[in-house]
Each structure stands twice: as C-alpha cells, then as structure tokens.
C-alpha cells in the first residue's frame, strides 16, 4: 500500500471495533471441500507464523528483493507448484494446475519493504538497518503462501487454475506494470484478487465495489515572482476555500474518525465519501528564478478532476497573485484501485455463503492518502481488492500501515488463508 502523506494514528476507542457476526453461526453448515480447506490451514498455523516472522526480519526495499524472490521460490516449489520468474525484476509467481476444466484465478501479494526506523516493538525485529516491513507486505506474501500450500493439499477436489503472484516494488507504484507488461500478459487470467491488512480487527474482511481509494493528484503551481510565507499561506487559504468540499462539519482528512461506526467506513452515511481536499502545508522551493508550489489534492469523484486545473486558474486569476501565476499542472496523477462491480458481489455472496450471513462488512466511501498499484492489474482484468483487519485493540496492537509500532495480530494469517482460499476455489469454478 503507497503512502502519499506520512502521519501517524492512535486508536484508543471502543467504538471503532467491528465486529464479525458469522463467527457466532454456530450452526452453518460448510461444504466438504471447505471444510478441508479449514482443516489443512489449521495443521499450519505455526508455520504461517514462522514464515511471516522470517520475511519480517529480512525487508528488501523496492527493486532489491532478490533474497525474499529466492525465499518465496523455495516454498513454492517444495509445494510442486510451476514457478515463473520476472524477466525485470524480482518477482515470483507460482501455477498450480488442477487439470480439470476451470478458470484461471489469479492472487497477487506485494512483496518490498519500507525504508523507515519507526518503533517496531516485536521480539523478531529487523536485521536490515533503515528498512521495515512496516505496511504489511510480509503478512501478505505469508497468507499467499498459506493459500498456494492449502490449495495444492486438496488439488484433487479442485478445478481450474491458480496463479500466485508475488509482485515487487508496490511502494514505488512501477512492479505491478512491469509484471503485466511481460509474464502476466502471457497467462490471460480471468479474475485477479488481493488484499491490504489494515487498522481494523484481526480477521476481518472489508469490500466494495469501484474505488477503494480517492484519487490523488499531485498539483504544482509555478509563480514568476517569489512569494513569503503570508502569500504561500494565503494562496493555500484561496485554493482551500474555492476548492475543498465535504459533509457539514466532517473532517475526511482525519484517518482516525475511518473505523467509527457512527461516521467511519462502514456507515453509509460516512464521512469518507464525496469529499475534495488539498493537503496541508505546501512544499515550496525556487527553481529557475521561479517559485514552486506543490500539494496533494484528493478527489472521490473522477469526472470532476478535469476541472481542477481550470479552477485553480480562476481562483488565482481573480486574485492579487494572478499576474503572477505562469502554470499550473497535475505533476503526478496515479490510477487508483478500483473493484469490479460485479465480481465484487460475488465474492461477497460467496464468503457469505461459506462462512455466514453477512460475514463481509461492506464499505462505503473511499480512503484518502493511500494507494495501491493493484489498480493496474484491474485495468486488464477484472478483480477485487480487500481491506484485511490486522489489529488487536485490547492488546493494543494496531495494523495501521506506514506509521510508528505499527503491529499486526498474527491470527489473521490463519483466518486469511483459510477465507480467500475458499473464495478462489469457488471463483475457479467453471462457468456453467
């Protein structure tokens, strides 16, 4: 998950816990194949602790992991899986092919490490200096690893295809495009599914349809005049006034309010929806004897971002600075994660179906600050991403990637396994 605005979050409260209702289904009944889906992840549950403990004391950074590329590559081929490596790069992908008439299903997992020395209060800390597991990224590859090994123990009660991606180089938004451009292109995936451990409780899956995430942009003003701080400041005060928009008195830029039930994500009165702000404050610097401004805007609607750049221009045009103003441009603009509509309803159905009724809590709205490079796959096959709970708040341990003693509940390994395994052997079913 890229990070495009460093902060750091404290849960503290109660209320922000969801909780999973079809744990307390004591009387669903679960088909058999499932049922050895759940038996074979239990056998390795302190494998899949082992394996995320190991990955998290050796990060690679983006572009250098060669060492986690030949640990992934092992595993994969002691399970018998077919092992394709990047041509550019360091990722890994692993086929298992049940032979018997199906789709190709793919599941991605990133791979690299962040360059950072926050806290990290575990007793399996990193042996890399400056580099940290810090989003999560070891969590990921150790629930796919868990899934290609529970699919492969039950290949005989399974149809189509699987394909286990281990993508580098998300943080730098650049490995999924590598990858699509050369190996995945080749293997004409049907459905491709992913997911992020996040701040919610451990175990718990969150969904929904189109974009995960608000659009960010990165907007960039340049002035032929120099500008003090009173000007930078009352240019950000103009842009803020003209453009930022949000429900009465809500504050989408504070990620603390993102797991309250009353207001949070899974409210469908969230805050976190049809809002546009620019984040605060502006870099600024001189280059060429001219001055440059530089933000992040977050918009939740993308038919209104082409109107961005003409607003900022009227705004500044009707004001003292005008004259001054000699461009305004979008100097970074990424894609952002966006789920098939109806693929997305299936798999909800389908945990549903599995695991209980309304096992999934559906979202509403979209995250401001983060991102994922998954979106490229998205744009050639269709696919869905999850947001994937980490978190054990009376522990007070609290999944909120990219931020200090950021610390993951290592139950969701099992529960993560077990769960998209179970979704990927349906999807692979053949159509009828």
């Given at each position: 998950?890229?990070?495009?605005?460093?902060?750091?979050?404290?849960?503290?409260?109660?209320?922000?816990?969801?909780?999973?209702?079809?744990?307390?289904?004591?009387?669903?009944?679960?088909?058999?194949?499932?049922?050895?889906?759940?038996?074979?992840?239990?056998?390795?549950a302190d494998q899949l602790v082992q394996i995320r403990r190991t990955l998290h004391q050796h990060p690679e950074l983006a572009g250098k992991e060669q060492q986690t590329q030949a640990f992934l590559q092992k595993h994969l081929v002691n399970l018998g899986l077919e092992v394709i490596t990047?041509?550019?790069?360091?990722?890994?992908?692993?086929?298992?092919?049940?032979?018997?008439?199906?789709?190709?299903?793919?599941?991605?997992?990133?791979?690299?490490?962040?360059?950072?020395?926050?806290?990290?209060?575990?007793?399996?800390?990193?042996?890399?200096?400056?580099?940290?597991?810090?989003?999560?990224?070891?969590?990921?590859?150790?629930?796919?690893?868990?899934?290609?090994?529970?699919?492969?123990?039950?290949?005989?009660?399974?149809?189509?295809?699987?394909?286990?991606?281990?993508?580098?180089?998300?943080?730098?938004?650049?490995?999924?495009?590598?990858?699509?451009?050369?190996?995945?292109?080749?293997?004409?995936?049907?459905?491709?599914?992913?997911?992020?451990?996040?701040?919610?409780?451990?175990?718990?899956?969150?969904?929904?349809?189109?974009?995960?995430?608000?659009?960010?942009?990165?907007?960039?003003?340049?002035?032929?005049?120099?500008?003090?701080?009173?000007?930078?400041?009352?240019?950000?005060?103009?842009?803020?006034?003209?453009?930022?928009?949000?429900?009465?008195?809500?504050?989408?830029?504070?990620?603390?309010?993102?797991?309250?039930?009353?207001?949070?994500?899974?409210?469908?009165?969230?805050?976190?929806q049809d809002y546009c702000f620019l984040n605060q404050p502006y870099s600024a610097y001189t280059e060429k004897e001219e001055q440059i401004l530089a933000t992040d805007?977050?918009?939740?609607?993308?038919?209104?971002?082409?109107?961005?750049?003409?607003?900022?221009?009227?705004?500044?045009?009707?004001?003292?600075?005008?004259?001054?103003?000699?461009?305004?441009?979008?100097?970074?603009?990424?894609?952002?994660?966006?789920?098939?509509?109806?693929?997305?309803?299936?798999?909800?159905?389908?945990?549903?179906?599995?695991?209980?009724?309304?096992?999934?809590?559906?979202?509403?709205?979209?995250?401001?600050?983060?991102?994922?490079?998954?979106?490229?796959?998205?744009?050639?096959?269709?696919?869905?991403?999850?947001?994937?709970?980490?978190?054990?708040?009376?522990?007070?341990?609290?999944?909120?990637?990219?931020?200090?003693?950021?610390?993951?509940?290592?139950?969701?390994?099992?529960?993560?396994?077990?769960?998209?395994?179970?979704?990927?052997?349906?999807?692979?079913?053949?159509?009828?």
């Open positions: 998950m890229r990070l495009t605005r460093p902060f750091r979050i404290i849960f503290c409260s109660a209320a922000m816990l969801f909780q999973l209702s079809a744990m307390a289904q004591n009387n669903k009944i679960v088909p058999p194949v499932h049922q050895s889906i759940q038996a074979s992840a239990n056998q390795m990047q041509t550019n790069g360091y990722g890994i992908i692993g086929v298992l092919k049940t032979g018997k008439k199906g789709k190709k299903i793919a599941w991605r997992a990133d791979m690299d490490a962040l360059p950072n020395d926050f806290p990290d209060p575990v007793d399996f800390k990193s042996t890399q200096a400056g580099v940290q597991h810090g989003c999560g990224h070891d969590i990921h590859m150790t629930i796919a690893l868990g899934m290609a090994q529970v699919l492969a123990k039950n290949n005989e009660q399974l149809s189509g295809s699987f394909y286990f991606i281990f993508q580098t180089e998300e943080e730098t938004f650049v490995g999924a495009k590598k990858l699509l451009d050369n190996q995945i292109a080749q293997l004409h995936l049907d459905e491709i599914y992913g997911l992020h451990v996040t701040a919610m409780t451990a175990g718990q899956i969150m969904v929904k349809p189109n974009e995960i995430f608000a659009y960010q942009k990165r907007v960039q003003l340049r002035f032929n005049k120099t500008l003090d701080k009173e000007a930078i400041q009352e240019i950000s005060q103009l842009l803020d006034a003209g453009l930022s928009r949000s429900m009465t008195n809500s504050k989408p830029w504070e990620m603390q309010q993102i797991l309250d039930p009353k207001i949070g994500l899974s409210n469908d009165k969230t805050i976190f805007l977050y918009e939740t609607n993308a038919q209104k971002i082409p109107l961005i750049i003409p607003q900022i221009k009227k705004i500044l045009a009707a004001s003292k600075y005008g004259s001054n103003l000699s461009a305004v441009s979008f100097i970074q603009e990424n894609i952002t994660v966006n789920n098939d509509p109806k693929l997305t309803g299936l798999a909800i159905q389908t945990l549903d179906q599995i695991y209980g009724k309304d096992f999934v809590v559906k979202a509403y709205g979209q995250v401001p600050f983060f991102n994922d490079d998954f979106a490229f796959y998205q744009q050639k096959i269709p696919g869905v991403y999850f947001l994937f709970g980490g978190s054990n708040f009376e522990k007070g341990w609290i999944a909120m990637n990219h931020a200090p003693n950021f610390m993951v509940d290592e139950s969701c390994l099992l529960s993560g396994v077990k769960y998209f395994s179970s979704l990927l052997v349906e999807r692979a079913k053949p159509t009828l």
